[in-house]
């Protein structure tokens, strides 16, 4: 079982910023790659970023491109999301992800980020 802790959602105005963090513990049997997803409501849930662990490889969905930017610390099972010049439509439910190296999947229990003036 793989345990998470998820923190940084909150309430910004547009333009502003916020910093996501997740931790992973537990029988992770090592590291393939963590990531970000969000559902907003009324939609599906989508990726916004990913980083593996060998190696620095990052992908980002487009509208995201360019604002945020994600990170890992490899040591601390742990993988950050820089956000900057956030807009209304990123408001959601973000999600932390985990791929193993046996090929499953974790989900965190969710932070939300809301973007409003």
């Known amino acids: 079982q793989v345990q998470f802790v998820e923190s940084g959602g909150g309430l910004v105005q547009p333009g502003g910023s916020l910093r996501l963090s997740c931790s992973a513990s537990?029988?992770?049997?090592?590291?393939?790659?963590m990531g970000w997803y969000r559902q907003a409501p009324g939609k599906q849930r989508e990726l916004v970023a990913v980083i593996h662990f060998s190696g620095k490889t990052t992908h980002y969905t487009d509208s995201v491109k360019d604002r945020f930017t994600i990170s890992r610390e490899n040591a601390k099972n742990t993988v950050t999301l820089q956000m900057n010049s956030l807009k209304p439509e990123d408001t959601a439910l973000y999600y932390c992800n985990l791929q193993n190296t046996l090929g499953s999947y974790y989900w965190g229990q969710g932070t939300q980020v809301t973007v409003s003036s």
């Open positions: 537990g029988s992770i049997f090592g590291i393939k790659s």
